[in-house]
Protein backbone atom coordinates (compact mmCIF):
# COMPACT_ATOMS: atom_id res chain seq x y z
CA UNK A 1 0.00 0.00 0.00
CA UNK A 2 1.46 3.18 -0.74
CA UNK A 3 2.73 5.85 1.42
CA UNK A 4 1.19 8.56 -0.59
CA UNK A 5 1.99 11.52 2.78
CA UNK A 6 5.06 10.84 3.78
CA UNK A 7 6.36 12.05 7.06
CA UNK A 8 6.69 15.92 6.65
CA UNK A 9 8.42 18.03 9.33
CA UNK A 10 6.25 20.17 11.62
CA UNK A 11 7.07 23.70 11.96
CA UNK A 12 7.32 23.87 15.85
CA UNK A 13 9.27 26.07 18.07
CA UNK A 14 11.27 24.47 20.86
CA UNK A 15 10.76 25.79 24.55
CA UNK A 16 13.30 28.70 24.79
CA UNK A 17 14.70 31.06 27.74
CA UNK A 18 12.07 34.43 27.59
CA UNK A 19 11.75 37.49 29.70
CA UNK A 20 8.90 37.68 29.96
CA UNK A 21 6.14 35.07 31.60
CA UNK A 22 6.01 33.96 35.19
CA UNK A 23 8.53 32.90 36.75
CA UNK A 24 7.22 29.40 37.04
CA UNK A 25 6.86 28.97 33.19
CA UNK A 26 10.83 31.02 33.13
CA UNK A 27 12.16 28.09 35.11
CA UNK A 28 10.49 24.91 33.49
CA UNK A 29 11.82 26.43 29.95
CA UNK A 30 15.12 26.84 31.42
CA UNK A 31 14.85 23.67 33.11
CA UNK A 32 14.15 22.04 29.42
CA UNK A 33 17.10 23.51 27.73
CA UNK A 34 19.74 22.74 30.40
CA UNK A 35 18.19 18.96 31.56
CA UNK A 36 18.25 18.25 27.75
CA UNK A 37 21.65 19.71 27.24
CA UNK A 38 23.91 18.41 30.16
CA UNK A 39 21.87 16.16 31.84
CA UNK A 40 19.43 15.96 35.21
CA UNK A 41 22.76 15.62 37.45
CA UNK A 42 25.00 17.29 35.55
CA UNK A 43 22.50 20.98 36.05
CA UNK A 44 22.22 22.63 39.15
CA UNK A 45 19.79 24.87 40.86
CA UNK A 46 22.09 28.33 40.44
CA UNK A 47 22.53 27.25 36.55
CA UNK A 48 19.00 26.55 36.06
CA UNK A 49 17.78 29.74 38.20
CA UNK A 50 20.60 32.03 36.13
CA UNK A 51 19.32 30.54 32.99
CA UNK A 52 16.28 31.89 34.14
CA UNK A 53 16.90 35.15 35.08
CA UNK A 54 15.38 34.66 38.54
CA UNK A 55 16.04 34.43 42.32
CA UNK A 56 17.04 30.97 43.74
CA UNK A 57 14.41 31.57 46.44
CA UNK A 58 11.45 32.08 43.26
CA UNK A 59 12.82 28.05 42.29
CA UNK A 60 11.75 27.61 46.12
CA UNK A 61 8.39 29.14 45.47
CA UNK A 62 7.28 27.25 42.78
CA UNK A 63 8.55 24.29 43.42
CA UNK A 64 9.26 22.02 46.58
CA UNK A 65 13.13 21.38 45.16
CA UNK A 66 15.10 19.64 42.22
CA UNK A 67 13.48 16.69 42.24
CA UNK A 68 9.85 18.31 42.32
CA UNK A 69 11.59 20.40 39.11
CA UNK A 70 12.97 17.44 37.43
CA UNK A 71 9.38 15.44 37.50
CA UNK A 72 7.38 18.70 36.05
CA UNK A 73 10.27 18.64 33.65
CA UNK A 74 9.60 14.83 32.59
CA UNK A 75 5.70 15.93 32.04
CA UNK A 76 6.21 19.01 30.56
CA UNK A 77 8.10 16.70 28.12
CA UNK A 78 5.26 14.19 28.02
CA UNK A 79 2.54 16.84 26.80
CA UNK A 80 4.90 18.37 24.36
CA UNK A 81 5.06 14.97 22.29
CA UNK A 82 1.54 14.35 22.96
CA UNK A 83 1.20 17.81 21.09
CA UNK A 84 3.44 16.88 18.51
CA UNK A 85 1.40 13.60 18.04
CA UNK A 86 -2.10 15.12 17.98
CA UNK A 87 -0.96 17.90 14.91
CA UNK A 88 -0.04 14.60 13.04
CA UNK A 89 -2.91 13.02 14.02
CA UNK A 90 -5.32 15.64 13.29
CA UNK A 91 -4.19 14.59 9.33
CA UNK A 92 -4.64 11.03 9.07
CA UNK A 93 -6.97 10.09 7.73
CA UNK A 94 -7.47 6.29 8.48
CA UNK A 95 -5.54 3.31 10.64
CA UNK A 96 -2.32 3.15 8.79
CA UNK A 97 -1.74 6.50 8.42
CA UNK A 98 -2.46 6.95 12.61
CA UNK A 99 0.10 4.29 13.54
CA UNK A 100 2.40 6.58 11.10
CA UNK A 101 1.51 9.31 13.15
CA UNK A 102 3.30 7.97 16.35
CA UNK A 103 6.59 8.01 14.31
CA UNK A 104 6.28 11.38 12.64
CA UNK A 105 6.22 12.88 16.19
CA UNK A 106 9.01 11.31 17.03
CA UNK A 107 11.31 12.21 14.04
CA UNK A 108 9.07 16.32 14.42
CA UNK A 109 10.73 15.99 18.31
CA UNK A 110 14.52 15.16 16.54
CA UNK A 111 13.99 18.06 13.58
CA UNK A 112 13.25 21.08 16.43
CA UNK A 113 16.09 23.32 17.00
CA UNK A 114 17.85 21.96 20.04
CA UNK A 115 20.27 24.48 20.60
CA UNK A 116 23.03 21.89 21.07
CA UNK A 117 21.55 19.45 18.99
CA UNK A 118 19.71 16.69 19.00
CA UNK A 119 20.57 13.94 21.83
CA UNK A 120 17.58 11.36 21.74
CA UNK A 121 15.14 11.07 24.03
CA UNK A 122 14.56 13.58 26.88
CA UNK A 123 12.80 11.62 29.04
CA UNK A 124 14.83 8.15 28.55
CA UNK A 125 17.85 10.36 28.97
CA UNK A 126 16.30 11.42 32.43
CA UNK A 127 15.61 8.29 33.89
CA UNK A 128 18.59 6.62 33.10
CA UNK A 129 19.76 9.51 35.56
CA UNK A 130 17.55 8.96 38.14
CA UNK A 131 17.41 5.89 40.88
CA UNK A 132 15.21 2.77 40.88
CA UNK A 133 11.54 3.59 42.02
CA UNK A 134 12.01 7.27 41.65
CA UNK A 135 8.35 9.02 40.52
CA UNK A 136 10.32 10.51 37.39
CA UNK A 137 11.17 6.94 36.04
CA UNK A 138 7.68 5.88 36.60
CA UNK A 139 6.23 8.66 34.58
CA UNK A 140 8.88 7.78 31.79
CA UNK A 141 7.32 4.33 32.01
CA UNK A 142 3.78 5.71 31.61
CA UNK A 143 4.49 7.63 28.68
CA UNK A 144 6.22 4.65 26.80
CA UNK A 145 2.96 2.42 27.86
CA UNK A 146 0.71 4.77 26.45
CA UNK A 147 2.90 5.21 22.93
CA UNK A 148 2.37 1.80 22.67
CA UNK A 149 -1.17 1.76 23.35
CA UNK A 150 -1.52 4.55 20.90
CA UNK A 151 -0.18 2.04 17.94
CA UNK A 152 -2.22 -1.01 19.22
CA UNK A 153 -5.02 0.95 19.28
CA UNK A 154 -4.66 1.98 15.27
CA UNK A 155 -3.62 -1.34 14.30
CA UNK A 156 -6.58 -2.96 16.03
CA UNK A 157 -8.65 -0.53 13.15
CA UNK A 158 -7.08 -2.51 10.13
CA UNK A 159 -9.03 -4.74 8.76
CA UNK A 160 -8.82 -8.48 9.54
CA UNK A 161 -6.53 -7.07 12.77
CA UNK A 162 -7.46 -8.81 15.62
CA UNK A 163 -7.12 -7.31 19.31
CA UNK A 164 -4.00 -9.60 20.13
CA UNK A 165 -2.43 -9.39 16.79
CA UNK A 166 -2.57 -5.36 17.24
CA UNK A 167 -1.12 -5.65 20.87
CA UNK A 168 1.76 -8.33 19.58
CA UNK A 169 2.44 -5.43 16.53
CA UNK A 170 2.59 -2.71 18.29
CA UNK A 171 5.24 -3.64 20.67
CA UNK A 172 7.46 -4.82 17.70
CA UNK A 173 6.80 -1.59 16.77
CA UNK A 174 7.69 -0.06 19.75
CA UNK A 175 10.83 -1.77 20.35
CA UNK A 176 12.04 -0.71 16.91
CA UNK A 177 11.32 2.75 17.64
CA UNK A 178 13.38 2.77 20.82
CA UNK A 179 16.16 1.27 19.09
CA UNK A 180 16.09 3.86 16.14
CA UNK A 181 15.64 6.64 18.95
CA UNK A 182 18.55 5.63 20.64
CA UNK A 183 20.73 5.33 17.50
CA UNK A 184 19.21 8.79 16.34
CA UNK A 185 20.80 10.62 19.71
CA UNK A 186 24.17 8.90 18.61
CA UNK A 187 24.26 10.14 15.45
CA UNK A 188 22.35 13.43 16.35
CA UNK A 189 19.78 13.39 13.36
CA UNK A 190 16.58 11.98 12.30
CA UNK A 191 17.89 9.88 9.75
CA UNK A 192 17.18 6.54 11.60
CA UNK A 193 13.53 8.01 12.73
CA UNK A 194 12.57 8.35 8.92
CA UNK A 195 13.93 4.89 8.47
CA UNK A 196 12.41 2.81 11.16
CA UNK A 197 8.94 4.89 9.86
CA UNK A 198 9.30 3.16 6.49
CA UNK A 199 10.32 -0.28 8.35
CA UNK A 200 6.71 -0.05 10.62
CA UNK A 201 4.44 0.61 7.88
CA UNK A 202 6.35 -2.12 6.14
CA UNK A 203 5.18 -4.49 9.11
CA UNK A 204 1.89 -3.10 9.15
CA UNK A 205 1.18 -3.86 5.67
CA UNK A 206 2.75 -7.68 5.98
CA UNK A 207 0.68 -8.14 9.12
CA UNK A 208 -0.95 -11.56 9.25
CA UNK A 209 -4.91 -10.57 9.61
CA UNK A 210 -6.89 -12.82 11.32
CA UNK A 211 -11.00 -13.37 11.62
CA UNK A 212 -12.54 -10.25 10.25
CA UNK A 213 -14.47 -8.64 13.49
Not at 17 to 34: D, F, K, M, P, Q
Not at 87 to 95: I, K, M, P, V
Not at 168 to 183: H, I, P, T, V, Y
Request: aromatic share 4%; hydrophobic share 45%; with cysteine.
Amino acid sequence: MPDHGGPQTVATEPQVRSGRGSARARLLAAAAECFYDHGVNGTGIDTITAAAGVAKMSLYNNFAGKDDLVLAYLEARHEEWLGLHRRRLGTATDARQRVAAVFDAYVDHAELAHRHGFRGCGLLNAAAELPAGAPGRQLVRRHKEEVEALLAASLAELDGVTAEQAADLAEQLSFLLEGAMARAGLEGDSRRLHRVRELALQLVDAAPRGHAR
